[in-house]
């Protein structure tokens, strides 16, 4: 089955690495990228009736602009509420501050904390979870 993956940063460099990476591990995925969380919880938005649409797993970056990271895990606690689709969330940061390390942990929703770069045993050992 293929597994849907979603990045959400605003490094665009960043981004094509990361998907790059994913894509040379030859498994079955689909990969989504948005430059911000508004961006990317706008399209969530208007995917709530096809759930199938929505990504199986996302990379969240903390620090962009229009929404960062943490305003998208508050919009997103309310709309997890209204679909039935388990998506499994990742940290996907630069900052290696304690006080970010902490917060991602107060949310049940965040299944980790990666400091960037994710490498692709990073990445496989979680496609091997879901």
Do not use: R
């Not at 039935?84 to 917060?103: G, R, V």
């Amino acid at each position: 089955m293929t597994k849907s993956i979603c990045i959400i940063d605003d490094d665009e460099l960043y981004k094509l690495l990361l998907k790059k990476t994913i894509l040379k591990l030859n498994l079955p995925v689909f990969v989504t990228c948005f430059a911000n969380g508004k961006e990317a919880f706008d399209t969530f938005l208007k995917e709530k009736n096809a759930q199938e649409n929505l990504p199986d797993i996302i990379f969240l970056d903390i620090n962009m602009p229009e929404m960062d990271g943490w305003e998208f895990m508050d919009a997103y606690l309310d709309f997890q509420t209204t679909i039935s689709k388990k998506i499994t969330i990742y940290i996907a940061s630069s900052s290696i501050a304690f006080h970010d390390i902490e917060k991602a942990k107060k949310y049940s929703e965040i299944s980790g904390y990666i400091v960037k770069p994710i490498h692709s045993d990073t990445i496989n050992k979680i496609l091997q979870i879901l």
